[in-house]
């Protein structure tokens, strides 16, 4: 009996590991999952912005859509989008921005959007810094620039926050790192050692200077409100958090999040 027990522990080990083998081969594949239909602004609503092509400091092509502001004086939102979809599914954000009078730079990726090359946490970084290199050689400081993070882009916002001072920074359902979001059955520090792309968030915002939003919904299934909690009490700036109850993870501008947005840009603004 107990050497039948035996068998059945070491096989069960045997397939534990085997996941988590596979887990750490395809874990890319796990977190994006780019589309690759190139969007057009005037089909996705905002047809005062243009197509933007960049080219990131490794020498990847990548692109964005942008319009200045129309109201001068108002800051240019840098957009970075979660995991999936493109920039033309973030362009109903885009139009809310705009018609506020902000100047708005949607940030797209590498593979996603019709842009070639495959998503990863470096090359992303890359990514970003194309578009705030590209903003800031047009004459537009720093100053000037709010980083706005969507999921996955938190990271993405959050790195850039390492690269200049922004004027204020939002974060729409943040996590703290991406192995603190590993499924439950895998050992924290297992998660830790084995992802390649980790968008340490938390440590990050510990640094942070600029004025910090967070906005978060309270019924996310997929980044659990506690991380966003996590981050805000860890920044030690000017903050302010809101938790929509109703809200989960993509619809969190059907629960209000956009008004919430645009006050906190207005009273940091003015």
């Known amino acids: 009996?107990?050497?039948?027990?035996?068998?059945?522990?070491?096989?069960?080990?045997?397939?534990?590991?085997?996941?988590?083998?596979?887990?750490?081969?395809?874990?890319?594949?796990?977190?994006?999952?780019?589309?690759?239909?190139?969007?057009d602004p005037a089909e996705a609503g905002v047809p005062e912005m243009v197509p933007v092509p960049l080219r990131a400091d490794d020498g990847w092509p990548v692109a964005g859509w942008y319009a200045p502001p129309r109201i001068p004086g108002k800051p240019t939102v840098v957009f970075f989008h979660g995991n999936s979809g493109t920039i033309a599914s973030r362009a109903f954000k885009a139009r809310v921005l705009l018609d506020a009078g902000y100047g708005v730079f949607l940030a797209e990726y590498r593979g996603y959007g019709g842009s070639p090359g495959s998503p990863s946490e470096t090359g992303l970084y890359a990514d970003g810094r194309a578009v705030v290199s590209w903003l800031t050689a047009r004459g537009i400081p720093a100053s000037r620039i709010v980083l706005y993070g969507e999921?996955?882009?938190?990271?993405?916002?959050?790195?850039?926050?390492?690269?200049?001072?922004?004027?204020?920074?939002?974060?729409?359902?943040?996590?703290?790192?991406?192995?603190?979001?590993?499924?439950?059955?895998?050992?924290?520090g297992l998660a830790h050692m084995l992802m390649a792309d980790r968008y340490?968030?938390?440590?990050?915002?510990?640094?942070?200077?600029?004025?910090?939003?967070?906005?978060?919904?309270?019924?996310d299934e997929t980044i659990p409100v506690a991380q966003g909690r996590a981050?805000?009490?860890?920044?030690?700036?000017?903050?302010?958090?809101?938790?929509?109850?109703?809200?989960?993870?993509n619809d969190l501008w059907d629960h209000g999040a956009d008004n919430h947005i645009l006050d906190f840009l207005s009273r940091q603004h003015d």
């Open 231 to 249: 981050l805000l009490k860890a920044a030690d700036t000017i903050k302010h958090g809101v938790f929509l109850p109703d809200a989960h993870h």
């Open 200 to 219: 340490d968030n938390l440590a990050k915002i510990r640094d942070l200077k600029a004025p910090l939003l967070i906005v978060h919904g309270d019924r």
């Open 1 to 39: 009996m107990l050497k039948v027990l035996g068998l059945v522990l070491l096989a069960l080990g045997g397939l534990y590991l085997l996941l988590l083998v596979l887990m750490a081969l395809f874990q890319r594949g796990m977190i994006y999952h780019p589309d690759p239909k190139r969007g």
């Open 151 to 188: 999921s996955l882009g938190s990271g993405v916002a959050m790195e850039m926050t390492r690269l200049i001072e922004p004027m204020m920074v939002v974060l729409e359902c943040p996590f703290t790192s991406l192995p603190d979001l590993a499924p439950s059955y895998v050992i924290p």
